[in-house]
């Protein structure tokens, strides 16, 4: 095997930069060690004006391959990098980092020594475009506390159905807001396209900008929700002192410590009008099934297939969806409300299947959350039926259902359900439990499908039902809108946002997102329409008694003990451990706001919006996964969030948040996260986390219209420069 080292014959150019670093003396430094990389590794020393340059991070991407390819690593506390097991390829290669622009690219290939001249920002203006979104958004000035509840638009403009900030934050700026499909504060939102039009002032641009597009009727009908105006001026006075040069209040810090162990793969797929919402590598029960293998995408709304990376090859491809019914609507139906200022009056978005969420079984088939038909279900769902299901709640509508690729044969499979399909994860049965289903939690049996091929005989839901009366059993209930009778259980509307089976005890949860959203957990029984028992426990919120406040759960993941972990929109991570409760989990004052002492916050890092009082930081993160298998390197059971204002993947370790950011290029908004290992005698190589970027708009990007979202893998090997 080819090995180079730094000390070798380099010539005078690279023994310059050595002797450069030796003599700066930065920090008390000394010369750069010995650094050997393989026949298939690029690496070497990053020098700025006064020496070595720790923290930074250098990008190789080459658009050789079938394609685009790029790894992104960080310099050690000397300033060297090693990007490892590149394939065969020429690379661009370059400098990125905070009090920096970037460097000169320059043209290498595997198997040399790369010394690379980092370049300092000459303006904090200029240093600050390379900041992460949060950086730029924390400087979104919100109302102040004593401006709710709102008066209307009589009054201060706020909506009389905003009760606090927090919920002003939650509807319109964080994950039930804005940034649930935007990340806001990049490049693309922080100012105003010249290509919108010309307006009056910044109100009126903000009033335009928000019915641009297919999505256009929904992002302004959320502003009238809330109060329009006041919305529109929050916007615009926040664009409007970004353009007069206002900039961020604090600067980002450079990684440190383990942070800097990250090696970053990012490959292209999917097409630019497309944008993803999940990625699904293996079966999250067992994460050596399809090891190798290819990674599928799901394109929510935008288009019909599912984007697929074989990242042995380094190639991308698709499988074509479909649907049973013809008449499946389709987003191709629903035209921009304005003109966008990228693609004009074009539908860009076409899909009928909208897939959104998977599940890999054991087979390494995928099973996936997408329309097959109208919404109007089957009449086995409704009244009437014999589906025990059925009898006991039957249903009318469902807005997706199910769609099966097997890989081996490369055929698509269409299944019908009564409830709707969002999320899904199997438990240790085989069974798929999801999220959509609305008032009722479904299930599919995969199983009995496998069996039979009978796909009414394989699913059923049921309903919420709290045990108030104590008794342990499920019993005649009172609906939703009425009081609690402690001779009766009582129904509850709690559909789920999140679904992960409990690898402890087997029991179901879910996340509720609602002010202040809870959690849920289902105990689906002997004979789950019948007998599935749900408890329920509210996230802490204007309750004196709860140590931390917080609102607004949206993803969910449970890890190998049990604890139950959620992202909140008030800038928090929350875990919820059931084995901490003292008091009764049932009876008539068992309605959620039992068990405070179960919950623990953890304020997400960087910056908070200016006045903002109920929220702990300005990042948004829309999903979380539990890395129960040390998939990242990290350990087990470490929670990860997606970081969608910070750029970068959340790990929450003793307590404390890594951020590995994802820096090239910028815009990196993430929704789901899962992680895989190829080879489990391989330590780091042979592992790791996937995730992809997930915003609508993969036109806000960094390089703009043109640019298609990326699948990312992380890996956090023992130090900066592992082979």
Same mark, same amino acid.
């Given at each position: 095997?080819?090995?180079?080292?730094?000390? +070798?014959?380099?010539?005078?150019?690279?023994?310059?930069? #050595?002797?450069?670093?030796?003599?700066?003396?930065?920090?008390?430094?000394?010369?750069?060690?010995?650094?050997?990389?393989? !026949?298939?590794?690029?690496?070497?020393?990053?020098?700025?004006?006064?020496?070595?340059?720790? $923290?930074?991070?250098?990008?190789?991407?080459?658009?050789?391959?079938?394609?685009?390819?790029?790894?992104?690593?960080?310099?050690?506390?000397?300033?060297?990098?090693?990007?490892?097991?590149?394939?065969?390829?020429?690379?661009?290669?370059?400098?990125?980092?905070?009090?920096?622009?970037?460097?000169?690219?320059?043209?290498?290939?595997? =198997?040399?020594?790369?010394?690379?001249?980092?370049?300092?920002?000459?303006?904090?203006?200029?240093?600050?475009?390379?900041?992460?979104?949060? @950086?730029?958004?924390?400087?979104?000035?919100?109302?102040?506390?004593?401006?709710?509840?709102?008066?209307?638009?009589?009054?201060?403009?706020?909506?009389?159905?905003?009760?606090?900030? =927090?919920?002003?934050?939650?509807?319109?700026?964080?994950?039930?807001?804005?940034?649930?499909?935007?990340?806001?504060?990049?490049?693309?939102?922080?100012?105003?396209?010249?290509?919108?039009?010309?307006?009056?002032?910044?109100?009126?641009?903000?009033?335009?900008?928000?019915?641009?597009?297919?999505?256009?009727?929904?992002?302004?009908?959320?502003?009238?929700?809330?109060?329009?105006?006041?919305?529109?001026?929050?916007?615009?006075?926040?664009?409007?002192?970004?353009?007069?040069?206002?900039?961020?209040?604090?600067?980002?810090?450079?990684?440190?410590?383990?942070?800097?162990?990250?090696?970053?793969?990012?490959?292209?797929?999917?097409?630019?009008?497309? @944008?993803?919402?999940?990625?699904?590598?293996?079966?999250?029960?067992?994460?050596?099934?399809?090891?190798?293998?290819?990674?599928?995408?799901?394109?929510?709304?935008?288009?019909?297939?599912?984007?697929?990376?074989?990242?042995?090859?380094?190639?991308?491809?698709?499988?074509?969806?479909?649907?049973?019914?013809?008449?499946?609507?389709?987003?191709?139906?629903?035209?921009?409300?304005?003109?966008?200022?990228?693609?004009?009056?074009?539908?860009?978005?076409?899909?009928?299947?909208?897939?959104?969420?998977?599940?890999?079984?054991?087979?390494?088939?995928?099973?996936?959350?997408?329309?097959?038909?109208?919404?109007?279900?089957?009449?086995?769902?409704?009244? =009437?039926? !014999?589906?025990?299901?059925?009898?006991?709640?039957?249903?009318?509508?469902?807005?997706?259902?199910?769609?099966?690729?097997?890989?081996?044969?490369?055929?698509?499979?269409?299944?019908?359900?009564?409830? $709707?399909?969002?999320?899904?994860?199997?438990?240790?049965?085989? #069974?798929?439990?999801?999220?959509?289903?609305?008032?009722?939690? $479904?299930?599919?049996?995969?199983?009995?499908?496998?069996?039979?091929?009978?796909?009414?005989?394989?699913?059923?839901?049921?309903?919420?039902?709290?045990?108030?009366?104590? !008794?342990?059993?499920?019993?005649?209930? #009172?609906?939703?809108?009425?009081?609690?009778?402690?001779?009766?259980?009582?129904?509850?509307?709690?559909?789920?946002?999140? #679904?992960?089976?409990?690898?402890?005890?087997?029991?179901?949860?879910?996340?509720?997102? +609602?002010? %202040? /959203?809870?959690?849920?957990?289902?105990?689906?029984?002997?004979? %789950?329409?019948?007998?599935?028992?749900?408890?329920?426990?509210?996230?802490?919120?204007?309750?004196?008694?709860?140590?931390?406040?917080?609102?607004?759960?949206?993803?969910?993941?449970?890890?190998?003990?049990?604890?139950?972990?959620?992202?909140?929109?008030?800038?928090?991570?929350?875990?919820?451990?059931?084995?901490?409760?003292?008091?009764?989990?049932?009876?008539?004052?068992?309605?959620?706001?039992?068990?405070?002492?179960?919950?623990?916050?953890?304020?997400?890092?960087?910056?908070?919006?200016? /006045?903002?009082?109920?929220?702990?930081?300005?990042?948004?993160?829309? @999903?979380?996964?539990?890395?129960?298998?040390?998939?990242? *390197?990290?350990?087990?059971?470490?929670?990860?969030?997606?970081?969608?204002?910070?750029?970068?993947?959340?790990?929450?370790?003793? *307590?404390?948040?890594?951020?590995?950011?994802?820096?090239?290029?910028?815009?990196?908004?993430?929704?789901?996260?899962?992680?895989?290992?190829?080879?489990?005698?391989?330590?780091?190589?042979?592992?790791?986390?996937?995730?992809?970027?997930?915003?609508?708009?993969?036109?806000?990007?960094?390089?703009?219209?043109?640019?298609?979202?990326?699948?990312?893998?992380?890996?956090?090997?023992?130090?900066?420069?592992?082979?």
């Amino acid at each position: 095997m080819i090995r180079r080292s730094l000390r +070798g014959p380099l010539g005078p150019v690279a023994f310059a930069v #050595v002797a450069a670093a030796s003599l700066a003396g930065l920090h008390g430094q000394v010369a750069a060690p010995s650094l050997a990389i393989d !026949n298939n590794d690029i690496g070497g020393v990053v020098t700025g004006p006064r020496g070595p340059e720790a $923290g930074v991070w250098v990008i190789a991407e080459t658009k050789d391959l079938p394609t685009t390819l790029r790894k992104i690593v960080v310099t050690d506390n000397q300033g060297r990098y090693l990007v490892p097991d590149l394939p065969a390829a020429n690379y661009d290669v370059w400098v990125r980092g905070y009090g920096l622009v970037d460097s000169a690219k320059v043209k290498s290939a595997p =198997g040399k020594i790369v010394n690379l001249t980092a370049v300092a920002a000459p303006t904090p203006r200029q240093a600050a475009q390379y900041y992460p979104a949060q @950086y730029w958004l924390s400087l979104l000035q919100v109302p102040p506390k004593s401006d709710f509840p709102g008066t209307g638009a009589k009054g201060n403009g706020i909506s009389e159905n905003i009760k606090s900030q =927090g919920e002003w934050i939650r509807q319109i700026v964080n994950t039930d807001g804005c940034t649930a499909c935007h990340q806001l504060g990049s490049k693309g939102t922080r100012e105003i396209p010249e290509s919108l039009g010309r307006f009056e002032n910044s109100i009126a641009a903000w009033d335009r900008r928000i019915q641009s597009g297919q999505a256009g009727g929904g992002m302004s009908a959320r502003f009238t929700q809330v109060g329009r105006q006041r919305a529109l001026a929050m916007f615009a006075d926040w664009t409007d002192r970004i353009a007069a040069g206002e900039l961020p209040a604090v600067a980002p810090p450079r990684p440190q410590g383990v942070e800097r162990n990250v090696v970053v793969t990012m490959w292209d797929w999917a097409d630019p009008k497309a @944008y993803l919402h999940d990625e699904i590598s293996t079966d999250k029960r067992n994460p050596t099934v399809n090891a190798n293998g290819p990674i599928y995408g799901s394109l929510e709304a935008s288009a019909d297939y599912l984007p697929v990376v074989d990242p042995m090859r380094h190639a991308a491809s698709q499988v074509k969806l479909q649907v049973r019914d013809p008449k499946t609507p389709s987003e191709a139906s629903i035209p921009p409300a304005e003109a966008s200022p990228y693609w004009k009056d074009e539908v860009i978005w076409t899909s009928q299947s909208n897939a959104h969420s998977f599940a890999m079984d054991k087979q390494s088939r995928v099973w996936i959350a997408a329309r097959i038909r109208p919404g109007q279900t089957p009449a086995f769902c409704q009244q =009437g039926s !014999n589906h025990p299901s059925a009898q006991a709640f039957p249903l009318t509508q469902s807005g997706r259902q199910m769609q099966l690729y097997d890989p081996k044969t490369k055929q698509i499979t269409t299944i019908d359900t009564c409830f $709707g399909t969002h999320h899904l994860n199997f438990d240790d049965n085989d #069974v798929l439990w999801f999220t959509g289903g609305g008032q009722v939690e $479904g299930w599919f049996n995969t199983r009995i499908y496998n069996e039979t091929k009978d796909e009414q005989k394989a699913q059923g839901w049921t309903a919420f039902v709290l045990d108030t009366n104590g !008794n342990g059993k499920r019993d005649a209930y #009172v609906e939703p809108d009425q009081p609690v009778d402690p001779t009766k259980d009582k129904r509850i509307v709690a559909g789920f946002y999140g #679904v992960a089976p409990s690898p402890a005890d087997g029991s179901i949860w879910g996340s509720v997102v +609602g002010m %202040p /959203g809870s959690l849920v957990r289902l105990v689906p029984g002997s004979n %789950p329409p019948a007998t599935a028992l749900s408890e329920i426990y509210n996230v802490p919120w204007n309750n004196p008694q709860a140590p931390a406040q917080g609102f607004a759960p949206r993803g969910m993941d449970v890890d190998a003990n049990g604890v139950v972990w959620t992202v909140l929109s008030s800038g928090q991570y929350a875990s919820f451990d059931r084995r901490k409760c003292k008091g009764p989990l049932n009876g008539p004052t068992a309605t959620g706001q039992q068990c405070l002492e179960g919950w623990a916050l953890y304020a997400f890092p960087g910056p908070n919006y200016k /006045g903002a009082v109920d929220s702990a930081s300005a990042d948004s993160a829309y @999903y979380n996964f539990v890395d129960r298998f040390d998939l990242l *390197g990290l350990g087990r059971n470490v929670p990860l969030a997606t970081g969608n204002e910070s750029e970068g993947l959340l790990a929450l370790v003793n *307590g404390k948040f890594l951020t590995f950011r994802v820096p090239y290029p910028m815009g990196f908004y993430g929704k789901g996260l899962d992680g895989r290992i190829d080879d489990p005698n391989a330590g780091w190589k042979g592992k790791g986390i996937y995730g992809t970027v997930a915003t609508r708009a993969p036109f806000h990007m960094e390089g703009g219209k043109g640019t298609t979202s990326k699948l990312i893998k992380w890996q956090v090997r023992p130090d900066p420069l592992a082979k």
